[in-house]
C-alpha cells in the first residue's frame, strides 16, 4: 500500500513538473530553432564573395531611396514593388539577425509580420526602409510578447533610454544607440515615419501582455561603431545559445527520465509481488 502511494505521488510529480515546465522547455526549443537559423544563415553568407553581397546591398538601397518618394508608405505597404524580392539572399525570407545584449535577445529577422513569422522570430514591417541602414532609413520590426512558448520580445520593456542593440544584416552590424520609448495605439504610425536625414531602427511589440490594446515602440538611432569581425560576433552568439539550451534541455531529460524509471521500476516491483501474494493464496 506504501508503495502504491509512493508511485502515486510520483505519478503526479512528473505530471506537474511537465505541465509547469513546457514553457521553459518550449522557448528552449524555439531558441535553438531560432539559433540554428541564423547560423546557417551566417555560415551560407561566409560564402558570398564580396561583389554579390554588395549588389544585394546596392539593391535594397535603391529599394529605400524609392521608399522616400512614397507618401505614407505605412498606409500602403505594396505600392513599391519587389519587396519580398530585397534582402531575401537564400530565398528563405531572412533580412538579418537582431541582438539586444541587455535582455539576452538574438533573433532571426524575417519579411513580414504575419503570425508565421512572428510566432517563431522577429518580422519586418512592410512599407518601412529595409534593414540596411543609412540617411533617410527607418527600419521597423516586430514579434511577440508574453508567448509561453517562446521569449522573443517579452522583456523589450526592460530598455532603457541609451541602452544599444544590433542589426547584423549581411555581415554588418549596425548598432541603434535607443533615443526613444512610447505608447500608442495600433493605427498610430507618426513615430514610424522616415526622416530624411535620420537612421533610425524601431522595435515594437504589443502591450500590456495579455491585452494587446497598445503597441510599445522602442526607436534607436544608428551610432557608428568598430566592427572587425563583422558576422563572428553574431555567429559565436548563436553557436553559444545552442549549446546553452541543449545542455538544460538535457537536464531536464536526464532528470525527467530518472523519476519515469523508479515509477516503471516500483511499478514492476509492486506487480511481481501481488502475483507472488496471488500464488501464495492459492497454495
Known sequence: MQKSKSIFFRVLLLIGCSIF?????????????????????????????????EKIKEKADKYNQ???KIEHPLSNPLSLEGYKENLDPFKNGMMGTVIIDKINVNLPIYHDVNEG?????????????????????????????GLP????FTDLNKLKMGDEFTLSVLGDNLTYKINQII?????????????????YVTMFTCT???????????????????TNHKEAKTLEKAEKNIKTHLIKMIFFLILFLIILFTIIKDLISLVINREKHKKQDKN
Open 21 to 53: 515546465f513546457y514553457p521553459t522547455i518550449s522557448d528552449y526549443v524555439n531558441s535553438i530553432t531560432q539559433s540554428r537559423a541564423i547560423v546557417e544563415y551566417q555560415e551560407a553568407l561566409s560564402q558570398f564573395e564580396g561583389m554579390e553581397i
Open 117 to 145: 513569422v512572428i510566432q517563431v522570430g522577429v518580422g519586418h514591417l512592410p512599407g518601412s526602409s529595409l534593414p540596411v541602414g543609412g540617411k533617410g532609413t527607418h527600419a521597423v520590426i516586430s514579434t511577440h510578447s
Open 149 to 152: 512558448s517562446a521569449k522573443l
Open 66 to 68: 524609392n521608399l522616400l
Open 208 to 226: 500590456p501582455y495579455g491585452i494587446n490594446t497598445h503597441r510599445l515602440l522602442v526607436r534607436g538611432e544608428r551610432v557608428i561603431k568598430e
Open 183 to 199: 505608447t500608442v495605439l495600433p493605427k498610430e504610425v507618426e513615430a514610424l515615419k522616415i526622416e530624411e536625414d535620420k537612421d
